[in-house]
């Protein structure tokens, strides 16, 4: 799913595009949701344990929908608007990437199947296939349109991709960040996206900010040759070439400045390039993609909640415990009414402070990823400075410094 | 290198016991004007700014400008530990990862060394513009204390309007209502009890009490506290810390619904 190592190749080449941020700091802001993406996270993590699933009394999956229903909640607690959108139809190049998923999908199905007893002891191994043999169907898609729609959340039908709608509202400014698990949106140029905003707040990740802005800025690379270095890495839409993962690519990249540079002067002998390359194909899905931008046809509103609606669907159909909807309901509309808190960057515009930091910068590690080599530097010249001291995220961040230099660092105890 | 002697050194204590309940991590600048704090609540929706000009420490050096990243609850237990009449030094080396709180008793006999990691904090540095107010109300900050606590125990919000008659603090909850009026009043024995209402403009705006009621931990640095509200602007409650500078909490109103519905957000 998504660009094949981007996360880290950001990590690696532009730390400073990425910013740990709190939950709560995005209150009162406008978030786009790639709701397929969330979908498929409920139904794997929500109530489920091996093959087993939360259902209805009818036997229905009802996890998908108590987790759309309890995150949702969350977010507008945390004063936030939500707004979801729906993937459309795929493209076809995406069809046979999916048709792809699909048969691995049967295979692993199949495998379980065939032979319970060899795989019965294995309960990680059938963890791990039933957790990829989670489809999102239609259904799971209209239960939680559905569900949406009663509580309130406007609800999006992308025309095609989820992901390219919500990087379009957000680039008009309609709102202010796009929340996904999948890197494409930065692809597709969504200005500002959010990762782990829907994970559950009991496993405590703060949400990673990426800016594509700081990004190019920090690659050095321009949009174009920014989509180039994701199909190089690997998406969605076709394969990538063998032997040329994200470094390699952004090293290329920078060398030749795009793809067709690159297959002119790249050595045919080491890397195999695929017959059919729909490289073209793909660049122009990523910089053009169906998009719908009539915000009259959009329609983004927050609405009060239909309360017997809710009950009628969650308790009734899909035998909810109704004490827990009658009180979600409650936190729904005291939420409503935080939403109307303002924010102060709405009346105060931020401005360069003029005062340098007494510690060093630029040490610090996001995602525990081995460090450029200048950030270490002057690490080590920092340890061997006269306070060796350290605040234990310091030291945590030290020795993850300490692992990626060949000596140099000074341990202490 | 950077050494600030403050001999009232009850007063940075008070001012860590006002801001660290809004704020958990800042960064604090020292310039040669002075020592001073900006940062905003997690949510963005208040912010703090702190000053405590040059002039007001005993002995102040800063060689060049210079921001500490400190985590506000550690530096509150290490200020604890500092008595209430003695005198405390900041003191920090270029490059280092650590600030010392040096306390030292008035009778000198008993001199205590705090260090404290200091941390790295990205935060945003707002440009708050210097405004013309609508209405400016100035009065006892224990008072003002009081309505802040009094209300919240009705409800969540506080509405301040200001008229020609006086400031009315109001507020309405599950229970009932409270509306407290309080009359511009400049005859009394001690100018500080004074309240004091200046208005351009009538004006009325919804706060939330959660806030105003952080920002009145402010209350033991002044005995007065002012009020600045505009229509369209956050309101700024300050505490004037005596000849040293002041200690400011802006916080964005609560805005009608539906307004904001339909515009786009930049």
Redesign the interface.
């Known amino acids: 799913m998504g660009i094949k190592g981007l996360t880290k190749l950001l990590a690696d080449n532009a730390p400073k595009a990425m910013?740990e941020q709190?939950f709560?700091?995005y209150?009162?802001?406008?978030i786009a949701i790639d709701a397929s993406m969330s979908i498929y996270q409920f139904l794997i993590v929500v109530g489920r344990s091996g093959t087993e699933m939360l259902t209805n009394e009818a036997g229905e999956v009802t996890s998908h929908l108590q987790g759309m229903f309890s995150r949702t909640i969350r977010l507008l607690e945390?004063?936030m608007k939500p707004v979801y959108v729906f993937d459309g139809k795929p493209p076809d190049l995406k069809k046979q990437e999916l048709a792809k998923r699909f048969t691995q999908r049967g295979l692993m199905l199949l495998r379980i199947w065939k032979k319970p007893k060899r795989h019965a002891g294995d309960k990680e191994a059938i963890e791990k296939f039933s957790k990829r043999t989670v489809k999102v169907t239609k259904q799971h898609n209209d239960d939680c349109k559905r569900l949406l729609r009663l509580m309130g959340v406007p609800v999006i039908e992308a025309p095609s991709e989820a992901e390219a709608q919500c990087a379009a509202l957000c680039k008009?400014?309609?709102?202010?960040a796009v929340a996904s698990e999948d890197m494409d949106s930065l692809t597709f140029g969504a200005p500002r996206f959010l990762r782990h905003l829907m994970d559950p707040s009991s496993r405590k990740v703060p949400v990673m900010e990426f800016e594509i802005a700081k990004i190019l800025e920090e690659l050095n690379l321009t949009m174009d040759q920014f989509i180039d270095l994701c199909i190089l890495s690997g998406c969605d839409y076709c394969d990538s070439i063998r032997g040329i993962g994200g470094m390699t690519a952004l090293k290329l990249i920078r060398q030749h400045g795009s793809i067709e540079n690159i297959l002119e002067n790249i050595n045919k002998e080491r890397f195999q390039i695929p017959d059919d390359w729909p490289y073209q194909e793909a660049r122009r899905l990523f910089k053009e993609p169906l998009v719908c931008t009539d915000e009259e046809q959009l329609e983004i509103?927050?609405t009060a909640p239909d309360e017997e609606g809710l009950v009628t669907f969650l308790v009734n159909e899909n035998g909810f415990n109704s004490d827990r909807v009658t009180k979600a309901i409650e936190k729904i509309k005291a939420a409503k009414n935080k939403s109307?808190?303002?924010?102060?960057?709405?009346?105060?515009?931020?401005?360069?402070?003029?005062?340098?930091?007494?510690?060093?910068?630029g040490?610090?590690c996001v995602l525990r990823s081995p460090r450029p080599a200048t950030g270490n530097k002057m690490l080590s010249l920092?340890a061997c400075?006269?306070?060796p001291?350290?605040?234990p995220?310091?030291a945590a961040r030290g020795n993850a410094n300490k692992k990626s230099k060949a000596g140099g660092g000074r341990k202490r105890k | 290198m950077l050494e600030l002697r403050l001999v009232q050194g009850s007063l940075l204590k008070k001012v860590l016991e006002s801001v660290k309940d809004l704020v958990n991590d800042a960064n604090f600048d020292c310039s040669a004007t002075g020592f001073s704090l900006q940062a905003m609540d997690s949510s963005h929706v208040a912010l703090v700014a702190l000053l405590l000009r040059s002039e007001g420490f005993e002995h102040y050096r800063c060689d060049r400008n210079l921001s500490m990243g400190m985590n506000l609850n550690n530096m509150s237990k290490m200020l604890k530990c500092a008595g209430n009449d003695d005198i405390i030094t900041i003191k920090a080396d270029d490059g280092s990862d650590t600030v010392t709180f040096m306390f030292e008793s008035p009778t000198q006999d008993k001199i205590a060394d705090f260090e404290m990691k200091l941390m790295d904090i990205d935060s945003e540095h707002l440009g708050i513009p210097e405004a013309e107010y609508h209405a400016i109300v100035r009065m006892p900050s224990a008072e003002f204390a009081r309505i802040c606590k009094d209300l919240s125990s009705i409800g969540d919000t506080v509405v301040i309007s200001v008229t020609k008659e006086g400031v009315k603090f109001s507020t309405r909850g599950d229970i009932g209502t409270a509306n407290i009026v309080c009359r511009q009043n400049t005859t009394v024995d001690k100018p500080e009890e004074a309240t004091i209402v200046e208005m351009n403009e009538p004006v009325s705006l919804t706060f939330a009490l959660r806030y105003m009621n952080s920002f009145t931990k402010a209350t033991p640095l002044s005995n007065t506290v002012t009020i600045s509200l505009s229509s369209e602007l956050p309101v700024v409650v300050e505490y004037k810390i005596a000849e040293m500078g002041y200690i400011r909490f802006y916080l964005a109103p609560k805005i009608e619904e539906d307004e904001d519905e339909t515009k786009p957000q930049a």
């Open positions: 910013r709190k709560e700091t209150f009162g802001r406008k945390a004063g008009s400014g309609q709102v202010y509103k927050w109307t808190q303002g924010r102060l960057e709405s009346f105060f515009k931020p401005v360069p402070n003029t005062s340098a930091p007494i510690k060093r910068k040490s610090k920092q400075g006269s306070r001291k350290e605040t995220e310091n």
